[in-house]
């Protein structure tokens, strides 16, 4: 437990460098235009602010997930629910739905602290790269042959979310899942992001 969470921070500090590294050369190319271009001068320097506070609301994020006591996961319905929670004190407007239909007693202690963490990186990535969200959903599923769990918004997706800019967290949430053996995706539907997380086969 103590390893995975470890592992846990050493990757948020990684993704907080490659966030600030990232928005910085974001930032850079966006002056870079503005000064080649004499019109649309105020809606680059917004642009620019916006960029800016991005960053900072990053940084925040990061550093309040840094600073969280080791999670203790004996009652899955309250630590998820904790998550939820955290969403509607950062997103006070935003529609919270959570309906889970997977009895935890499916993972051992490995899988469960892996499976948190993904949800947990999940919800953390709406509140910082997400715009103009008005609802945010958490589901868990069985399917015919084993289990999914899903993390949906229906935010637009920020400048940054793109295939030449991946999602922060994107490459963390797909590796914890490999690691398990599970399928990972994360697909824009009918304005909608969706993560996914299933196992084929798996106990159900």
């Given amino acids: 437990m103590k390893q995975a969470v470890m592992e846990e921070r050493q990757a948020i500090s990684r993704e907080l460098h490659d966030s ?7 930032l850079g190319v966006k002056i870079n235009k503005l000064r080649d271009r004499e ?3 105020e809606k680059q320097w917004l642009q620019i602010d916006n ?4 960053i900072q609301k990053n940084v925040r994020e990061s550093i309040k997930q840094l600073r969280k006591p080791e999670p203790v996961i004996q009652k899955w ?4 629910q904790e998550l939820m929670e955290h969403v509607k004190e950062t997103l006070p407007t935003v529609r919270i739905e959570n309906v889970w239909n997977l009895d935890d007693e499916i993972w051992n202690m490995e899988e469960k602290v892996q499976a948190y963490f993904i949800i947990r990186e999940a919800l953390t990535n709406i509140i910082k790269h997400a715009n103009r969200v008005e609802h945010v959903g958490l589901y ?11 993390v949906v918004d229906d935010g637009s997706p920020c400048e940054i979310d793109t295939p030449k800019a991946p999602h922060y967290g994107m490459d963390m949430m797909r590796d914890r899942a490999n690691q ?25």
Avoid at 77 to 80: E, I, Q
Avoid at 181 to 187: C, M, T, V
Avoid at 192 to 201: F, H
């Fill in 39 to 41: 019109d649309n001068e």
């Fill in 51 to 54: 960029t800016i506070m991005g």
């Fill in 140 to 150: 868990g599923i069985n399917t015919d042959s084993g289990w999914e769990f899903q």
């Fill in 180 to 204: 398990m053996g599970w399928e990972f995706s994360y697909e824009r539907v009918q304005d909608k992001t969706i993560v996914s997380v299933r196992n084929e086969g798996g106990n159900i």
């Fill in 77 to 80: 319905d309250a630590a998820l």
């Fill in 20 to 26: 600030i590294s990232q928005s910085l050369f974001l």
